[in-house]
């Protein structure tokens, strides 16, 4: 089981993405995301969240807000655990580089028209509508097969 943070940094009616197209081998190749990724041992949720914010945008994010769990079992081989935030407090410079791929502003009504896992299609509404969710996203590859979500 691998436990990961998923991060969407909000400012003036836009959200922070990465473009991955950097890494050899990126499971995430040519989609866009939040930034984010696993755990260290010992991290919380939010410590994980501030360090992956800092590590691949160089921005110093405060006050996380949790938002969602998303389950992805039998993922590209594991099951994975991901803690979903937003946030709209930061501070620092952008990176002019990430090592994960290109960072950029999107405006918030053009993300969906991105090249996006089809679950992010799914669970970024809840966002948007102020939900807190739970959901398990089934994947054969690279293709969505189904869903199953909980509100709280």
């Known amino acids: 089981m691998i436990l990961a943070t998923l991060v969407y940094l909000k400012r003036g009616g836009q959200t922070l993405m990465i473009h991955r197209v ?8 040519g989609k866009w995301n939040g930034l984010g990724g696993k755990f260290e041992a010992g991290e919380t949720p939010e410590a994980c969240a ?7 945008s160089g921005l110093e994010m405060r006050s996380p807000r949790l938002r969602g769990l998303v389950m992805f079992p ?9 803690f979903v935030f937003t946030a709209d ?3 620092g410079s952008l990176l002019a580089e990430s090592a994960e791929g290109r960072l950029a502003w999107i ?11 089809e679950s992010d299609h799914i669970f970024l509404p809840w ?16 293709k969505m097969t189904g869903y199953e979500a909980a509100f709280h």
Request: negative net charge; proline residues 2%.
């Open 127 to 142: 966002l948007r509508d102020g939900k807190f969710f739970s959901a398990r996203f089934d994947y054969d590859g690279d």
């Open 89 to 91: 407090e930061f501070s």
């Open 74 to 82: 039998a993922f590209k081989g594991d099951d994975w655990y991901v």
């Open 50 to 56: 501030i360090r992956e914010v800092r590590e691949e």
């Open 22 to 29: 950097k890494k050899d081998n990126d499971m995430h190749a």
């Open 107 to 117: 405006e918030d009504d053009e993300i969906e028209s991105l090249p996006l896992w």
